[in-house]
C-alpha cells in the first residue's frame, strides 16, 4: 500500500491532499463535498450525486474532453450576449467551486441565486454566506417571491427578479425536473453534467459534460478572452455549437475510451 491510499479517510485541510496525488481531482472533490455537509452547506444526498459524478469521470479520464471545452466556449458566448443571466447554486455547488462562481458572476456581469432541492431556511442563509465570504457581492434566492410553472415541489421557489426573469440560466448539478421546466419558460440553458445520458444535459441548450470543477474556470477563462468580441462573433460561436454532437462524443469516451 502506498502512503497515497490513506490520504481521503484522514485530511483535514484540503492542503494536505497530494497535488501530484493520481487521483487528485477525485480526492479534492470529495474532501470539499464532506466538509460541505459537516458545515451545512450540502445535504447528504449531495454526497451521493457526488458519488455518481465521480464513476463517470473516472470514465470520461478526468479531463475536459475537447467538445466539453467547445460547449463551455459556447457557454462563455451565451453569458455574454445575455441580458440577464443568471447562474444557479445548490449544495453541491457552493462546496466545490463557491470563489470560482462568484469570479464567473463577475465577468459576465450575472446573478447568482441559490436553489436547493432540500430547501431550509438555515441552509439557504449558510451558502449565501458561505458565497459571500468567496466574493459574491450579491446572492439571491432568498425572497423566493416566483415560481417556475409546471414544477411543484420546493425547487419552483425563485426570486422574480433572478431566475424567473432571467434569459441565460447556468445550472449545474440540476435535477432533470427543474432543467426541463426552466427549458418550458423559454429560457437558454446551461447544464454541467458528468452524465451526458441524464435528463438535465439532455434538455440543455448547452449540455456541458465535465466535472464542475475544470469547467467554471474554463467557461471564466473563454469569457475574458471573448469579452471585446464583437456581438456577431458570439453568435457564431453560439450558432457554430451542436448540442448532439457534444453529448454523443461524452457517450462515446464514457462507453468506449475514445
Ligand atoms: P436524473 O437522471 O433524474 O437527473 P441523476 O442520477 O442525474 O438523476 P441527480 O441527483 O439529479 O441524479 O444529479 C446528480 C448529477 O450530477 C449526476 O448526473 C452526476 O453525474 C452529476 N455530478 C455530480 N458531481 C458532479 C461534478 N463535480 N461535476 C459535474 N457533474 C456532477
Ligand atoms: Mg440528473
Do not use: C, W
Amino acid at each position: 500500500m502506498s502512503d497515497y491510499d490513506t490520504v481521503s479517510a484522514d485530511v483535514e485541510h484540503e492542503e494536505e491532499i497530494p497535488e501530484d496525488h493520481p487521483r487528485y481531482q477525485d480526492l479534492l472533490t470529495r474532501h470539499r463535498i464532506e466538509k460541505g455537509v459537516e458545515n451545512g452547506i450540502t445535504h447528504l444526498q449531495g454526497m451521493h450525486a457526488e458519488g455518481r459524478g465521480s464513476a463517470f469521470d473516472y470514465l470520461l479520464g478526468e479531463e475536459t474532453i475537447p467538445t466539453a471545452d467547445d460547449a463551455e466556449r459556447a457557454a462563455a458566448a451565451h453569458l455574454l450576449l445575455a441580458d440577464h443571466p443568471v447562474l444557479s447554486i445548490n449544495g453541491n455547488v457552493a462546496a466545490l467551486v463557491p470563489g470560482e462562481m462568484a469570479t464567473l458572476a463577475d465577468v459576465v456581469d450575472a446573478d447568482l441565486e441559490v436553489n436547493l432541492f432540500n430547501r431550509t431556511p438555515e441552509r439557504m442563509e449558510t451558502i449565501a454566506e458561505h458565497l459571500r465570504e468567496h466574493g459574491a457581492t450579491d446572492v439571491k434566492g432568498l425572497e423566493a417571491d416566483a415560481r417556475i410553472p409546471n414544477l411543484d415541489h420546493q425547487r419552483a421557489k425563485v426570486d422574480e427578479d433572478g431566475i424567473y426573469a432571467a434569459d441565460v440560466v447556468l445550472v449545474p448539478l440540476e435535477d432533470g425536473d427543474r432543467a426541463e421546466a426552466l427549458e418550458g419558460m423559454g429560457k437558454t440553458e446551461i447544464v454541467i453534467d458528468l452524465n451526458p445520458l441524464s435528463r438535465s444535459p439532455q434538455v440543455a441548450d448547452v449540455p456541458i459534460v465535465d466535472n464542475i470543477i475544470r469547467a467554471i474556470p474554463n467557461v471564466t477563462d473563454h469569457a475574458r478572452e471573448l469579452a471585446d468580441a464583437d456581438e456577431k462573433r458570439l453568435r457564431e460561436i453560439v450558432d457554430e455549437f451542436d448540442r448532439e454532437t457534444a453529448l454523443e462524443a461524452a457517450e462515446e469516451r464514457i462507453r468506449n475510451g475514445f
